[in-house]
């Protein structure tokens, strides 16, 4: 059974930084890309970074490009979301979901992707 469970959210301070975790288990982590999305309240969710399979490819929503950056370390299963320059308009409760595809690079839509956490919450005050 795979599972993703998220971590690292919480409350900050707009300015701040918070660096989010998806630990990966029950399928072969290094073979998929990797995708993190958010959903604000009364909001569509959707895609805010995502990393291909090999880790040299990368893509950023418009909004986040230059504050966030995405990685991963695929000998501990992990995915990671490095926040920088937090603003309110961030909050959102943030999901780290595995791509359907082995071997690619990942997609911008929640189709593209098989498997995702519980969510985690950040929050960003004023």
């Known amino acids: 059974q795979v599972q993703l469970v998220e971590s690292g959210g919480g409350l900050v301070q707009a300015g701040g930084s918070l660096r989010l975790s998806c630990a990966v288990s029950?399928?072969?982590?290094?073979?998929?890309?990797m995708g993190w999305f958010r959903q604000a309240p009364g909001r569509e969710r959707d895609l805010v970074a995502r990393i291909s399979w090999t880790g040299d490819s990368t893509r950023y929503q418009d909004s986040v490009r230059g504050r966030f950056t995405i990685s991963r370390d695929n000998a501990k299963n992990t995915v990671y979301l490095q926040m920088n320059s937090l603003k309110p308009e961030d909050t959102a409760v943030y999901y780290c979901?595995?791509?359907?595809?082995?071997?690619?690079?990942?997609?911008?839509?929640?189709?593209?992707?098989?498997?995702w956490g519980q969510g985690t919450q950040v929050t960003v005050s004023s």
């Open positions: 029950g399928r072969q982590f290094s073979r998929y890309a």
């Open positions: 979901a595995v791509s359907m595809d082995a071997y690619s690079g990942g997609g911008r839509y929640e189709y593209e992707y098989t498997y």
